[in-house]
């Protein structure tokens, strides 16, 4: 699925995430401390992508056991 059609409910969360790194970015430039903030703001999208990650092989997972399932009944 592509990012541009995430449903509203992630879109949310995401555009939270945005938000949320222009304020450390910008508070890291004010401070003068860039590389700081290029740092935080990294950190902040790796999070974002490992949670991500982590609800995508969920769902694979739970996929595959009621395959799994399904594939015992019959």
Known sequence: ???FMLPDHLLNKRRG???FSIV???YALIRGQ???GMVAVG???LVYFLWRLLFAVETIADALQRI???QAEN
């Open 1 to 3: 699925m592509s990012l």
């Open 17 to 19: 995430i945005e938000i």
């Open 24 to 26: 450390v970015f910008g």
């Open 34 to 36: 860039f590389l700081l």
């Open 43 to 45: 950190g902040v999208w």
């Open 68 to 70: 799994a399932r399904h």
